[in-house]
């Protein structure tokens, strides 16, 4: 049986790909300092196979010995967005960099690896955007909410707000249900052989939109929303580009979960986020 060990998995993709891999059979093991109070993995305590350890990728004792107990590793522990990164470079540099040095450290042939990354590296791009393109340092319902991710921010917005105010309306990103980036974890493990040492790009080949286009697309299910382009102003954030995922689909991934599925998800789970304090659902 594979034994998955996820650093950060009390986290937005963690707490909902640990779950995943609990229900497909698997042994997991989360390794959390749970730095924003989340409680997101609370229902998975009850779980066969699942166990939990509180603690920090930066202590490198600890980290080495459970990578050493298990035969899949996942690092997504990260300090995540570029105001966060910004606020305290030296632990993004720890938990970032420094956890994937100390994981290759003592890694062993015998085990699988999968490091996740951002379509951010890729910046902004007129070309459409492969594995092979150059780096140029960026949705849906998880049990550790995020609203600071786009598709989930501007839905959060439409539902309370009832408005959206856009910046560089016409720039293009690619999105992904989080539960089908769970799936593709899943996929890579069982696939592993034929995916090691390579880069795969993984989103929803039908939301490459702008960020018009995806107001409009919430609108289909607020009516009521108003979208208005305000074009005195810029984001901080410059990314704008078309993705590729066409390799990982050559090798027989699809993804399930189309851009509406999202957003209707999201419309009814905001139900329960708009009377908390926002905070507890943002990295930011």
């Known amino acids: 049986m594979n034994k998955v060990l996820i650093t950060g998995g009390a986290g937005y993709l963690g707490s909902t790909l640990a779950e995943h891999l609990l229900n497909n059979n698997y042994e997991v ?30 202590n490198k004792e600890l980290l080495q010995k459970l990578v050493s107990e298990h035969n899949v590793i996942i ?17 993004t540099v720890a938990v970032n960099y420094q ?4 994981v ?3 890694l062993r042939d015998d085990q699988k690896l999968i490091l996740p990354n951002t379509n951010s590296q890729y ?8 594995e092979e393109s150059p780096f140029k340092p960026l949705f849906g319902v998880s049990p550790r909410m995020r609203t600071d991710l786009l598709v989930n921010d501007f839905t959060y917005k439409s539902v309370v707000d009832g408005y959206l105010v856009l910046f560089e309306a016409h720039f293009k990103r690619n999105y992904i249900h989080v539960q089908d980036i769970a799936r593709t974890f899943q996929f890579i493990i069982e696939n592993y052989e034929k995916c090691k ?12 939109l702008s960020k018009l286009e995806l ?14 382009k305000d ?44 009377n908390k304090n926002n905070q507890n659902f943002t990295n930011l």
Not at 30 to 53: A, C, I, P, T, W
Not at 99 to 102: E, G, K, P, S
Not at 197 to 208: E, H, R, Y
Not at 237 to 253: A, F, H, P, Q, T
């Open 29 to 58: 093991t989360v390794l959390d300092n749970l730095m924003y109070d989340q409680l997101s993995l609370l229902h998975l305590f009850k779980r066969d196979g699942f166990k939990f350890e509180l603690g920090d990728v930066r």
């Open 75 to 91: 690092p997504l522990a990260a300090i995540v967005g570029m105001p966060a990164c910004k606020a305290n470079p030296e632990l």
């Open 99 to 102: 956890q994937v040095a100390d």
């Open 104 to 106: 290759l450290e003592v």
């Open 123 to 130: 910046g902004s791009s007129d070309s459409i955007i492969t």
């Open 197 to 208: 040492g390579q880069a795969f790009n993984v989103g929803l080949s039908t939301a490459n």
């Open 215 to 228: 107001a409009e697309k919430i609108k289909s299910h607020i009516p009521s929303l108003v979208i208005k």
């Open 231 to 274: 074009d005195f102003k810029e984001d901080f954030d410059k990314r704008n580009y078309i993705v590729s995922n066409e390799k990982l689909e050559s090798l027989g991934w699809k993804p399930i979960y189309d851009l509406d599925y999202g957003i209707k998800q999201l419309i009814e789970a905001y139900k329960l986020v708009v």
